[in-house]
């Protein structure tokens, strides 16, 4: 049965090769912090990340990602600086969208270590969030690139 690699586990999974990962991720494996919000790859809720770039896991077969790491907001890491960012701006409203907006923020700033606003502002423009935290959510990421200069 074909494997998984999810925040650096193996994870043998019985699934149809075009079953999206998203479904792969919380139904079978059991992570649920990756949210499905649309499912047609427009809202960001679903982002994780394949090989350390930001994917919409709604959009992404199942057969695309065996054998290739996938980190979930699960396996960021406790100390990010994006999750001290996060609290420390009171970041979130419901909270829902904030697990795709957070892994997002850690692929650009593992690409762009010190972005400016406009390329935070470009980078998340894709990740919707109906309670309104944009200010918020780019005041955070750039706070959290301070803390990683
Ligand atoms: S649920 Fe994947 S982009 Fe909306
Ligand atoms: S915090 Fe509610 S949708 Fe973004």
Request: charged share 15%.
């Amino acid at each position: 049965m074909p494997a998984l690699i999810i925040n650096g586990k193996d994870h043998t999974v019985d699934a149809d090769p075009n079953m999206p990962l998203l479904w792969v991720i919380r139904d079978l494996v059991g992570l649920t912090g990756t949210k499905y919000g649309c499912g047609i790859g427009v809202c960001g809720a679903c982002t994780v990340h394949l090989h350390g770039k930001a994917v919409r896991s709604c959009k992404v077969p199942f057969s695309e990602a065996v054998g290739h790491d996938v980190t979930t907001i699960e396996g960021l890491g406790d100390d990010h600086a994006l999750y001290r960012a996060w609290t420390q701006l009171n970041v979130p409203s419901c909270g829902f969208c904030q697990p795709g907006q957070i892994m997002q923020a850690a692929a650009l700033l593992r690409q762009h270590p010190d972005p400016e606003d406009e390329e935070i502002v470009q980078s998340m423009s894709g990740n919707l969030c109906r309670c309104g935290a944009y200010q918020r959510i780019v005041a955070a990421v750039r706070a959290a690139a301070g803390v990683t200069r």
